[in-house]
């Protein structure tokens, strides 16, 4: 346990090795084979499926024979809260639908995977242009945008036909986000939710990139709100993704390394969306908190959607870095209101 944890450590720090000759692209989203484990139990103790806000609602351990199969850093999911589009860091698409019994995740299906492209069209080969952290579907469902951490760039792509044959389109940015932090750059975008005045515009947060005063730089992308702003780092956690719940609040995905006792922290964080301006400082409560006594490994992506009940579902996705110490997990809870339970 202790040298698969050392691994981890290393591997969340050192970058992923360029694509290999194998892995060379095709047009298109290819089908591919998806093995499918579960966790019936997050916590250390399998009766508890209550973790500070959330409720567990089961999880994957997700591989495939493919050899570049992993590396997942971004993952959403369209308002049908099962299609999902996820982005590695080695410039790929990965999509499928998941399946569930009674509310409980159970698997995925029709899988498929896929180069991402530039804006010329040409498949993106290199770590340094490739280097996908985050992805959400546009309001409309016919495009996403991407961030990309190494160029520190918000890429808008239009699903003509699939995923894999979208050109890139590079959205203009803030005059204020620029100097990021080599390799701790644009990690997050979320888009505004419906009827906030942020609706449908990209809003992103920085990994590592801090203020003056210590705290992780964010942008609103455009409208009457755009411009800088921070949100308050504390404990030693960076932001890995992030996304926009029903009530206006921006949930924060955050992941913490540590040397001593060698291993991974995740937390999930409510930010509070209607505070959201240019100069503005926020902070919220930490939601949710899980260390390796949990069923986590290197969490990256993150998810919200709404069940057919009304209740905010979140799905987290970890990027294993293709390191065989490490799994890529699959992860939903299910949101308890505070504010609700209070009035019960």
């Known amino acids: 346990m202790r040298h698969r944890l050392a691994w981890l450590v290393l591997a969340a720090l050192l970058p992923l090795a360029p694509a290999d000759a194998a892995s060379r692209p095709q047009a298109g989203m290819a089908p591919i084979e998806v093995h499918a484990e579960p966790i019936d139990a ?26 570049r199969f992993g590396g997942l850093s971004g993952f959403d999911l369209r308002p049908n809260g099962m299609d999902f589009l996820a982005v590695s860091d080695l410039g790929q698409w990965f999509s499928g639908r998941l399946r569930r019994d009674a509310g409980r995740l159970t698997g ?46 918000l890429r808008f792509y239009v699903f003509t036909a699939d995923p894999a044959s979208a050109r890139a389109e590079i959205v ?63 404990d030693d956690y960076d932001v890995t ?20 006792p060698v291993g991974v922290n995740m937390r999930l964080r409510r930010i509070p969306g209607d505070a959201i301006r240019p100069g503005a400082v926020l902070d919220g409560p930490v939601a949710l908190e899980a260390a390796m006594s949990e069923q986590i490994d290197n969490m990256e992506g993150l998810a919200v959607s709404t069940d057919p009940d009304g209740r905010t579902r979140v799905t987290i996705v970890s990027d294993n870095n293709l390191n065989a110490f490490q799994r890529t997990l699959l992860l939903e809870f299910v949101w308890i209101d505070p504010a609700v339970v209070a009035a019960e």
């Not at 409720?55 to 024979?65: A, H, I, N, T």
């Not at 993704?241 to 001593?260: C, H, P, S, W, Y």
């Open 172 to 234: 203009p940015m803030p005059r204020a986000a620029r100097g990021f932090v080599a390799n701790q750059g644009l990690e997050t975008v979320a888009v505004g939710p419906p009827g906030s005045p942020l609706a449908g515009i990209p809003v992103l947060v920085s990994e590592r990139s801090l203020d003056a005063d210590g705290n992780h730089r964010a942008f609103v992308v455009r409208g009457k709100l755009a411009g800088a702003f921070s949100i308050v780092r504390s």
């Open 42 to 67: 997050f916590g250390r103790f399998g009766s508890e499926t209550r973790f500070g806000e959330f409720e567990f609602r089961g999880g994957l351990v997700l591989s495939s024979p493919m050899k």
């Open 108 to 153: 995925v299906e029709s899988t498929a995977w896929g180069t991402m492209r530039d804006p010329r069209g040409r498949p993106l080969l290199r770590r340094s242009r490739a280097d996908a952290e985050s992805v959400r579907f546009a309001p409309s469902g016919r495009g996403a945008y991407v961030t990309f951490e190494q160029s520190n760039d």
């Open 241 to 260: 993704d992030g996304a926009f719940m029903r009530n206006g609040d921006l949930l924060l995905l955050e992941r913490k390394v540590t040397a001593l």
